[in-house]
């Protein structure tokens, strides 16, 4: 059974978002601005940032190395979610901590093992299959990276795009979230999210076409389950 819907009746629901910048630029800090009720499933702790701040409407919840951890909380909040947007800080950091959990459960304790690379790869899209099940808005946030390009005229470009282990990985959660976003900062330090992507950088907005904005207005701030 399948249902068709004409595109002209289409309207953009729940937003999917992958932020990135180099660390300690405010990943965290920007999604302490998103409007209404977020958790973030901190695996970064970036969570000491928020100290002070008294965002009321943030929670956080801390994990282990075991990716598994992660994705039972995702699991739970399937079956009862009261949040307007579920951000995990940060997807670098949970495949780093995925890493040393296949290490230490490894053959030799020392180095992963072949296998164990494309396990993790399943593990992550795994998780972000799970993320993207529930009913809310979901922010993913990674570190950048740097990749080295040749142009067809010899010239070589660095090119800005989210940190994970391997490039098809990037690629592929470039390809299937709405949402792109690099974080950057005006001369005189506030930040806003690139969402305009050239050749030195990765960035998307599919949804609205936008080619920057400010942290606070990345998602929509109607219907907010803070105010009900």
Request: net charge negative; with cysteine; hydrophobic share 35%.
């Amino acid at each position: 059974m399948f249902v068709v819907q004409n595109a002209a009746d289409l309207v953009p629901e729940h937003r999917r978002i992958l932020l990135y910048s180099q660390p300690g630029l405010g990943k965290t800090s920007c999604l302490a601005e998103l409007p209404g009720r977020t958790l973030i499933i901190d695996c970064d702790k970036g969570y000491k940032v928020l100290i002070g701040m008294n965002k009321r409407n943030v929670d956080i919840v801390q994990v282990s190395d075991n990716p598994d951890e992660v994705l039972e909380i995702v699991e739970d909040l399937q079956r009862e979610c009261a949040y307007d947007t579920v951000c995990l800080d940060s997807l670098t950091q949970y495949q780093n901590r995925a890493k040393a959990h296949y290490v230490k459960i490894g053959n030799n304790g020392k180095k992963m093992e072949l296998g164990q690379y494309q396990d993790m790869d399943y593990d992550t899209l795994h998780l972000y299959d799970a993320l993207d099940r529930l009913k809310c808005h979901v922010v993913l946030t990674a570190w950048e990276d740097q990749f080295e390009k040749t142009l067809a005229t010899g010239e070589r470009i660095y090119i800005a795009k989210p940190q994970l282990f391997r490039k098809g990985l990037v690629d592929a959660m470039c390809g299937v979230v709405d949402v792109v976003g690099k974080i950057s900062v005006t001369p005189d330090g506030q930040r806003y999210i690139v969402l305009s992507g050239d050749l030195s950088t990765v960035a998307k907005d599919r949804i609205e076409k936008r080619p920057w904005c400010w942290p606070q207005d990345l998602i929509p701030a109607n219907n907010s389950k803070e105010e009900k």
